[in-house]
């Protein structure tokens, strides 16, 4: 524990003192011109997630509590930095599996979506190991592979959750996701969402970054990402290898140090 919260305030004086130069995703001109209407949202599908259900898988800032309260801190950091840099596209991953990565993204999803005036998106890019579709019980019958590769609409795949989050979760496991990962299409898709749907950000649950090449294939198609690390398992040189990896294809957003247990709150942030 001591050696990663180390890592972190060394990561933080490091990023303060000398900010590396930044890498900027450039935006294909796919679509762009589109005239944007509150329409194509209300169009989407509207669910209605049980809160029962969220809450044992610990999805808990569809309303405002004292157990959303640690994410909606996060939820802020984030948002201030992204508009700051400019940046709409956030991907989060993890060292290994089992650190929170896949909760931490519907719970900034679903925070954001208490934000009125502000429309966010959640897409399950883990395509090897879907999860969003678990923790908010909700599975399309199309698959992510259809919708990134152009074959099914976005109008016909993704749900909305309210009135501002529209959320694309995956029906099923790829066998092959690396495929879909590197197409060219996928960018594209992608860049046409973003076009139509002008969201003001768009969250990428990413599979954890050491356990194969499916997130560094993706991070370039995102403006940055947040690494979540989790007190009680994380090892120091798969955090400082996974920072490293994100570093070389994005910019790090920062760092969530998930399950830290203190008396006031259930995670740190360093962002």
Not at 139 to 144: L, V, Y
């Amino acid at each position: 524990m001591e050696k990663i919260q180390a890592a972190l305030q060394k990561a933080r004086v490091k990023r303060d003192g000398q900010m590396p130069a930044q890498i900027t995703r450039q935006h294909a001109p796919h679509m762009r011109g589109v005239q944007k209407s509150s329409q194509i949202w209300t169009d989407l599908e509207r669910i209605a997630l049980s809160g029962e259900a969220l809450k044992h898988h610990r999805v808990v800032t569809q309303k405002a509590s004292e157990d959303a309260t640690p994410f909606d801190i996060l939820r802020t950091k984030v948002l201030l930095q992204m508009q700051q840099n400019g940046w709409k596209r956030l991907a989060i991953t993890s060292p290994l599996s089992g650190c929170g990565k896949s909760t931490m993204s519907c719970n900034l999803a679903l925070g954001l979506g208490r934000q009125s005036g502000l429309r966010s998106m959640l897409i399950d890019m883990d395509l090897q190991d879907p999860s969003v579709g678990d923790l908010i019980g909700y599975h399309p019958k199309t698959s992510m592979s259809d919708l990134l590769l152009g074959k099914t609409p976005f109008s016909e795949h993704a749900v909305r959750v309210g009135e501002n989050v529209a959320v694309a979760a995956s029906g099923r496991a790829e066998e092959d996701p690396t495929r879909v990962v590197l197409s060219d299409q996928t960018a594209e898709t992608l860049d046409a969402i973003q076009d139509t749907y002008d969201p003001d950000i768009m969250i990428f649950d990413t599979p954890s970054i050491l356990l194969g090449d499916n997130t560094r294939a993706f991070l370039k198609n995102v403006d940055c990402a947040l690494i979540v690390i989790r007190a009680s398992s994380t090892r120091y040189g798969h955090f400082d290898a996974s920072e490293r990896e994100v570093g070389e294809h994005t910019n790090v957003l920062g760092t969530v140090l998930n399950a830290f247990r203190t008396k006031d709150a259930n995670f740190a942030t360093d962002i």
